[in-house]
């Protein structure tokens, strides 16, 4: 089936730096979704990307819907210690069809 | 208050066994979804349903039969239940096709 690079698979980094993270795909997608999972918890909606060259803040966080409507990526200014987790991608075609996740990014953040 | 609730969050069972998941949403959505998450954290579909009409089934085994006896539950029975299908799965909900999804926290199924 369908799938996303996700990159990087993991990274650790220390409170207050800045991270970057993206997908891409083989494919078009007309919705990009960023989710944050913690441990023990579903994925909760962090930001959702409906246009191409969209790009979105929530807080600290920004994303953006590439151009060729292939990739999307995430960055995560200031970094803070409850920003650990598993961040996915989602890429979405219409509403009949799979929302495809990415493999995460694994983000450890050190005090 | 919870959007989207799963009972039970943890299931141990033996191999062959018959159980089922419950998922209720208190959102108003007219779309529920079930997503398996592997051992490695993939997330894939499994059903989405809308209007309680059944849209999207990704080659799950007929062993796995959902049932949405309204818009606001989905839930989702496995039949003779298999080694393999040990995994946390997920339930979700939108307001509609198009719109993002909000998830359950999980359940976590474990085949012994």
């Known amino acids: 089936g369908q799938q996303l690079n996700q990159s990087p698979q993991s990274m650790f980094i220390q409170e207050g730096e800045d991270v970057s993270m993206n997908c891409t795909s083989s494919?078009?997608?007309?919705?990009w979704l960023w989710y944050k999972q913690d441990p023990g918890e579903g994925p909760v909606l962090l930001i959702a990307l409906y246009k191409a060259g969209e790009l979105t803040s929530n807080g600290r966080l920004t994303a953006q819907f590439g151009i060729t409507r292939k990739d999307s990526f995430l960055n995560i200014s200031a970094s803070i210690p409850s920003d650990v987790g598993i961040y996915f991608c989602?890429?979405?075609?219409?509403?009949?069809?799979?929302?495809?996740f990415g493999k995460g990014t694994r983000l450890s953040v050190i005090a | 208050d919870t959007a989207v609730s799963q009972t039970p969050k943890y299931l141990v069972t033996q191999m062959g066994n018959d159980k089922s998941i419950k998922c209720e949403q208190n959102l108003g959505h007219d779309t529920m979804y079930w997503y398996k998450q592997d051992s490695k954290k993939f997330l894939k579909i499994m059903f989405s349903?809308?209007?309680?009409?059944?849209?999207i089934n990704e080659t799950v085994p007929n062993r796995f039969s959902p049932k949405s006896p309204d818009k606001a539950h989905l839930n989702l029975h496995i039949n003779s239940l298999e080694l393999g299908d040990s995994a946390v799965y997920f339930c979700a909900s939108s307001q509609d096709l198009d719109a993002p999804q909000h998830f359950g926290d999980g359940t976590r199924l474990s085949i012994l």
């Open positions: 989602a890429g979405q075609l219409s509403g009949n069809t799979p929302l495809v």
């Open positions: 349903y809308n209007n309680k009409e059944l849209i």
């Open positions: 494919s078009i997608f007309n919705t």
